[in-house]
């Protein structure tokens, strides 16, 4: 063996501190804050950011889960407001005939023979679609102002003009079926007196003209729901929600009478791209539009509306 010893490089150790020293320098950064630079670990920083992506990305399931939510709310309150429409023209159809029958062609002999058997069906018809009728002119009732202009308007157009006529109908159906089930099949002996006819004539003809002024008002405001509305509401943004029930709440004639009927514009919009967008479709059914334009009322510049009370 050789006798000449090889000592190590002293420098090389110092090379590695160094190293060490740079690794250690370079996992720390520097993020600005509030106009200065704070140091902090670049492995915190790395968590801090995952961790706020991971966040965004439960909060976007989240918003589209509550997204979905809405828009099938929406589609079974339509539904349901459609069929409401529909069993309010069957019963206009169906008061204006009865009306016509009892003052035409009901004689003593004839309801005896034949309408006692359907009176009953036909009282039951009555009642299912003015109960039906009254909870869809619940769903279109909007109170929330106590000042005279705002009045006028909710009685106009705010479901006031088909509860109240729905409301007397319901009690005209409830007197006039005493008369019915004193002519049904069950009696043996049925008693039909004239004042008794009379009495029952002239409900008939009540209970017709309510139903007709219902429907027809109705038919002039079909879309007309508070309830959906509401639940459109949810469509938008938590703060401009909470702006836009302040707004109510307070009664502002100004807002209500500038500032709605001009927000179809961006606000819908803006709402109509995040609902595709979220949903990861490329269009809207046509019908759900119509509502949703209903429910984005309010001003299509939401910092000109003062915050709502904590």
Same mark, same amino acid.
């Given at each position: 063996?050789?006798?000449?010893?090889?000592?190590?490089?002293?420098?090389?150790?110092?090379?590695?501190?160094?190293?060490?020293?740079?690794?250690?320098?370079?996992?720390?950064?520097?993020?600005?804050?509030?106009?200065?630079?704070?140091?902090?670990?670049?492995?915190?920083?790395?968590?801090?950011? $995952?961790?706020?992506?991971?966040?965004?990305?439960?909060?976007?399931?989240?918003?589209? #889960?509550?997204?979905?939510? *809405?828009?099938?709310?929406?589609?079974?309150?339509?539904?349901?407001?459609?069929?409401?429409?529909?069993?309010?023209?069957?019963?206009?159809?169906?008061?204006?005939?009865?009306? *016509?029958?009892?003052?035409?062609?009901?004689?003593?002999?004839?309801?005896? $023979?034949?309408? $006692?058997?359907?009176?009953?069906?036909?009282?039951?018809?009555?009642?299912?679609?003015?109960?039906?009728?009254?909870?869809?002119?619940?769903?279109?009732?909007?109170?929330?102002?106590?000042?005279?202009?705002?009045?006028?308007?909710?009685?106009?157009?705010?479901?006031?003009?088909?509860?109240?006529?729905?409301?007397?109908?319901?009690?005209?159906?409830?007197? =006039?079926?005493?008369? @019915?089930?004193?002519?049904?099949?069950?009696?043996?002996?049925?008693?039909?007196?004239?004042?008794?006819?009379?009495?029952?004539?002239?409900?008939? =003809?009540?209970?017709?003209?309510?139903?007709?002024?219902?429907?027809?008002?109705?038919?002039?405001?079909?879309?007309?729901?508070?309830?959906?509305?509401?639940?459109?509401?949810?469509?938008?943004?938590?703060?401009?929600?909470?702006?836009?029930?302040?707004?109510?709440?307070?009664? @502002?004639?100004?807002?209500?009478?500038?500032?709605?009927?001009?927000?179809?514009?961006?606000?819908?919009?803006? *709402?109509?791209?995040?609902?595709?967008?979220?949903?990861? *479709?490329?269009?809207?059914?046509? @019908?759900?539009?119509?509502?949703?334009?209903? #429910?984005?009322?309010?001003?299509?510049?939401?910092?000109?509306?003062?915050?709502?009370?904590?």
């Amino acid at each position: 063996r050789s006798g000449n010893i090889v000592y190590p490089n002293m420098n090389y150790f110092d090379d590695i501190g160094l190293d060490v020293k740079e690794n250690e320098q370079t996992k720390d950064i520097y993020v600005e804050q509030r106009k200065s630079f704070r140091r902090t670990r670049r492995q915190v920083l790395e968590s801090a950011l $995952r961790q706020a992506s991971d966040d965004r990305e439960a909060q976007g399931m989240l918003e589209t #889960a509550a997204l979905k939510s *809405v828009t099938q709310a929406i589609a079974v309150q339509t539904a349901l407001n459609l069929l409401a429409l529909t069993l309010q023209g069957f019963l206009s159809g169906l008061a204006v005939a009865h009306a *016509v029958f009892a003052h035409v062609f009901a004689e003593r002999d004839l309801l005896l $023979r034949g309408y $006692r058997w359907l009176s009953l069906p036909v009282h039951a018809t009555f009642m299912v679609c003015f109960i039906l009728g009254i909870v869809a002119a619940v769903d279109r009732l909007v109170c929330y102002s106590t000042t005279l202009t705002r009045k006028s308007n909710e009685i106009f157009s705010g479901g006031f003009l088909q509860l109240i006529p729905m409301i007397i109908g319901l009690a005209v159906s409830e007197m =006039s079926l005493y008369f @019915d089930e004193s002519i049904a099949p069950t009696i043996i002996s049925p008693l039909v007196t004239e004042s008794s006819l009379s009495t029952w004539r002239i409900l008939s =003809s009540i209970r017709a003209g309510c139903a007709v002024f219902s429907w027809i008002s109705v038919a002039f405001q079909p879309t007309n729901t508070a309830i959906l509305e509401h639940i459109g509401m949810f469509m938008l943004p938590e703060e401009t929600r909470d702006a836009h029930d302040f707004y109510k709440g307070e009664g @502002d004639a100004n807002l209500a009478d500038t500032k709605i009927p001009k927000v179809f514009g961006e606000v819908f919009d803006q *709402v109509t791209r995040n609902m595709m967008s979220r949903m990861g *479709v490329s269009s809207i059914p046509s @019908d759900m539009s119509v509502f949703l334009k209903n #429910a984005a009322t309010l001003s299509s510049h939401p910092t000109d509306l003062p915050s709502p009370p904590p």
